[in-house]
């Protein structure tokens, strides 16, 4: 039996940023660890990220775990082979409604090879409850997660701080704060327990109603998704300072922007982007990723006017 772990938090929380700090720390303590990335149709951008690190990742292809991509994450999860000593680990997007979702992963009956699951919620400290329409959304992350980490804490006062910590409290009594290697430990224990005693931590004992099949369309129906997402290939090299500008002129209804990227004057690397909500400019990380990969850009958002980002996406490749 595997541990099981959902990772959510709001788009650009810090999710994958905590998941390569926590994959050298169970490496360490010899436990294997597999992913399942979750993303708006680009989940190989942050796969790109994590692929150099010692883990066995699965991108999906699909939208959002909690509505349309469901069915592929369960299969996923079902086909899964038991291997006892590791953890599993699902990086839900950053719009993921978790209730739900933790609903069928704690009653189905064919993860029994998996531990009920945890769900650590990552907080972005600076802009929680910060996000005007999206609040509810970031609250409902943090209701049900079994653990916190709390993220973006540099340069945070201590009077926020300490807001910060009593509205998570009163969103959440129960979750415990961790940090990087606090974590680890926990899920290192765990994936030994569960490896020396089947019944412990499992789902030995319980008995659920057999989950109905997922028909098509059907989670679709329960659940309609604010967020949509557009993804649109770059040129193969841009001008980094037409990059900084596009990035920056992008309309508001973008929450979240991320992809692949190679400029002119520095040929050689690529880089993973990233514009975060509520912070300006632009964001690099170095990244090794695939040979196959291709600059991109993935836009998140509620409503965007995809003519517009085709437009500007246009605008780029004439300025460079
Ligand atoms: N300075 C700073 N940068 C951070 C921090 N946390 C994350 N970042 C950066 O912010 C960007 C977004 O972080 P990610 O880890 O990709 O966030 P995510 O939650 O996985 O984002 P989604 O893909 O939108 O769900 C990356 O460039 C990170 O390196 C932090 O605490 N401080």
Known sequence: MMPLVLMAGFLGAGKTRFLTDIIPELAARGTRVRIILNDFQNARIDAARLGELDALVTPLNGECICCGSLRELLQTLYDVPPDPGSVMLIEANGATETDELLGHLTTDGRLAHFTLPLQLTVVDAAR???????????????STATQLFLNWTHKLSEARRAEVEASLRETNPRAARVDAA??????????????????????????????????????????EHPFGSASLPLPALV????????VDGLPESVVRAKGLVRFTNEPGPMFVWHRVPGRRGVRLDKS?????????????????????????????????
């Open 288 to 320: 090794w990723p695939h040979a196959d990969a291709q600059p991109t850009a993935l836009f998140i958002g509620v409503g965007m006017p995809i003519d517009l980002l085709q437009e500007l996406v246009t605008g780029l490749a004439s300025a460079s």
């Open 182 to 223: 606090g974590y680890a430990t926990l899920l290192s224990d765990l994936a030994h327990e569960a490896q020396d005693d089947a019944t412990r931590g499992g789902r030995h004992g319980l008995r659920f109603a057999a989950p109905a099949p997922l028909g098509e369309g059907e989670v679709r129906r329960k659940h």
């Open 128 to 142: 929680w409850q910060k996000r005007w329409w999206h609040n509810a959304l970031e609250r409902a992350q943090v």
């Open 239 to 246: 001008d980094r300072a037409a990059f900084e500008r596009f």
